[in-house]
């Protein structure tokens, strides 16, 4: 089955670590983002991916890093640098060209301890 | 600094009714628009998209867009308790590398 992946499903965080969300997708799809979702609002746009070995900062991107050398996977680290990162972490695909839809994976909820 | 915003609710519609979701925006360039539906504790899923003016009908889901009027909605048909979720509007602006903006969503609680 075509889809996206994210694991963990729930991670905890203590204070002052760097933790990595995975995401991979088999849709052979070009772009690849990452959003935050805290409780009650929409999504915000952290980081994404057009292609291989390239990307650019969303909105809120102090705190995260990310890579993308491979066109499958598209991971997110959450350094200590990002104070206050419990939220719902959601990893999206899109494949090239209009009208733009793009499709979500289950999503990450990180908490700090 | 594009914008879209959604009227966050909660709308409440009795089974059986016909409920209206609206969105407006603020960059005149967007190109296309998206509803997406949000089941708490869940990740969102794409329910239909629209880029021409006019509506566009998939089963009980209409989107209308007026791009005049920097407006979309969407309604639904004979909703059910299962269409109980947050609907987030989505916009893709022009150039924009295939990004879109979200709005913060409006809940949607049907009542049997």
């Known amino acids: 089955d075509g889809g996206i992946t994210q694991s963990p499903k729930y991670l905890f965080r203590k204070e002052g670590q760097n933790v990595t969300l995975s995401c991979e997708q088999n849709?052979?799809?070009?772009?690849m983002y990452w959003y935050r979702q805290d409780p009650g609002q929409g999504l915000r746009l952290i980081y994404y991916s057009q292609i291989v070995n390239d990307f650019q900062k969303g909105d809120i991107a102090e705190g995260y890093s990310v890579s993308r050398e491979k066109k499958e996977s598209f991971p997110l680290t959450v350094t200590s640098a990002q104070k206050n990162p419990t939220a719902f972490y959601l990893c999206a695909s899109s494949i090239g060209g209009p009208p733009g839809e793009q499709f979500f994976g289950p999503g990450t909820r990180l908490t700090v301890l | 600094q594009k914008e879209v915003e959604q009227n966050s609710g909660p709308l409440s519609v009795p089974e059986g009714a016909i409920a209206s979701l609206n969105c407006t925006y603020s960059d005149r360039g967007s190109q296309s628009f998206f509803w997406y539906r949000q089941y708490s504790g869940k990740s969102p899923e794409l329910i239909m998209f629209?880029?021409?003016?006019g509506d566009k009908e998939d089963g009980r889901f209409t989107a209308q867009l007026n791009k005049a009027s920097q407006y979309v909605s969407l309604l639904i048909r004979d909703s059910q308790p299962s269409d109980s979720a947050t609907y987030l509007c989505a916009v893709k602006g022009p150039g924009s590398a295939r990004q879109l903006t979200f709005g913060s969503g409006t809940q949607l609680t049907v009542l049997p």
């Open positions: 629209i880029y021409s003016n």
């Open positions: 849709l052979n799809h070009d772009a």
